[in-house]
T-cell receptor, first 109, second 115 residues
């Protein structure tokens, strides 16, 4: 499959903004996604962006896509303790998802 | 979105046995998928469950090991056959929704431990 890479860990103070970065290699990706997985839980779809867009905002979440550099980021504003989880970046080609390894976000008081 | 349920939610099995995992969706969907998440790892696509025809498997996965059924547009099963400890994983089904089926929602997963 195609490669999707993310940093493994992020520690952020409560109330600050979190930025999670992701790079991918498949230039034919049609959609890019961010999923959240809390301990012992399934995957929650947070947001997704079509490949011809460069930004999408949804409440505290902002997704930025640089298609030229194949770089995707997720910004979480005013990070809360409930945001502590693993965040997976994924790209879609022909409806099949390829996932990154996941970024573990720890929110400290 | 869709409400997706899986049964069982978790199981502990002996090596050499088989386990069938069920995935039920509350609406008719064209696209259903099965993924595996090995301990501490990311998700890997096992196969696309096609209604009325054989599943389409990804590289590294074969029908004899992971037979899949898709009898209708709301239900699918994945069987993990002749299990070994290396099959210990979370198995998740997902469905594609939206105009272009671009949004994929996941079931809660089945946590399997093989002893």
């Amino acid at each position: 499959g195609e490669d999707v890479e993310q940093s493994l860990f992020l520690s952020v103070r409560e109330g600050d903004s979190s930025v999670i970065n992701c790079t991918y290699t498949d230039s034919s990706s049609t959609y890019l996604y961010w999923y959240k997985q809390e301990p012992g839980a399934g995957l929650q779809l947070l947001t997704y962006i079509f490949s011809n867009m460069d930004m999408k905002q949804d409440q505290r979440l902002t997704v930025l896509l640089n298609k030229k550099d194949k770089h995707l980021s997720l910004r979480i504003a005013d990070t809360q303790t409930g945001d502590s989880a693993i965040y997976f970046c994924a790209e879609s080609t022909d409806y099949k998802l390829s996932f990154g390894a996941g970024t573990t976000v720890t929110v400290r008081a | 979105s869709a409400v997706i349920s899986q049964k069982p939610s978790r199981d502990i099995c002996q090596r050499g046995t088989s386990l069938t995992i069920q995935c039920q969706v509350d609406s008719q969907v064209t696209m259903m998928f099965w993924y595996r998440q090995q301990p501490g790892q990311s998700l890997t696509l096992i196969a696309t469950a096609n209604q009325g025809s054989e599943a389409t498997y990804e590289s590294g996965f074969v029908i004899d090991k992971f037979p899949i059924s898709r009898p209708n547009l709301t239900f699918s099963t994945l069987t993990v056959s002749n299990m070994s400890p290396e099959d210990s994983s979370i198995y998740l089904c997902s469905v594609g929704l939206g105009t272009g089926r671009e949004t994929q929602y996941f079931g809660p997963g089945t946590r399997l431990l093989v002893l």
